[in-house]
């Protein structure tokens, strides 16, 4: 599904033309700047859905963008971010809402230059996002109180889901 999205819906890491007028900021962090990357969810993936999408093995891997997409984004966003590290290899363009959890793949909204270094990392993130997922899947949790969670701020929505 492709989305048109106007200038104005687009944060400031998608493109170039915005990236010259506004900039993200990391005080936020390890949570991306909410006014850059505030996260969309794909609306194939529901509480309904959740049993032919998100639950099924390997299903993120037929939705997931190549990197011939992402990296576009992530060196913007490493700009836009005002990042002192510009080595690509030391960030991952990832999904604010994770695919794992319904996040829209290739949503710029959702996409941004998440940093490997810290304690709170895109390493760290990753784990939080399979325990959810597995909560999810496992009906401990429903599909909207998730999102929500890494929504709100992912470092603590495992706690807040009561999930660990």
Not at 86 to 106: I, Q, V
Not at 121 to 144: F, Q, Y
């Amino acid at each position: 599904m492709t989305t048109s999205l106007g200038l104005a819906d687009v944060p400031a890491h998608a493109t170039a033309a915005v990236a010259a007028a506004a900039s993200c900021s990391q005080a936020d962090l390890p949570l991306p700047d909410p006014a850059c990357t505030p996260g969309a969810k794909n609306p194939d993936v529901t509480q309904s859905t959740i049993g032919s999408t998100i639950c099924v093995s390997g299903w993120t891997a037929t939705i997931r963008p190549s990197t011939s997409y992402t990296n576009g984004l992530k060196k913007q966003g490493i700009i836009d971010y005002g990042y002192s590290d510009t080595s690509l290899s030391d960030y991952e363009e990832d999904h604010f809402l994770p695919l794992e959890l319904g996040g829209a793949p290739k949503d710029p909204r959702n996409l941004w230059p998440e940093p490997h270094s810290g304690d709170q990392n895109s390493a760290t993130k990753d784990s939080v996002e399979n325990a959810v997922k597995k909560a999810v899947c496992a009906g401990r949790a429903t599909l909207a109180a998730a999102q929500n969670a890494m929504l709100d701020d992912w470092t603590t929505a495992k706690s807040v889901l009561g999930i660990g």
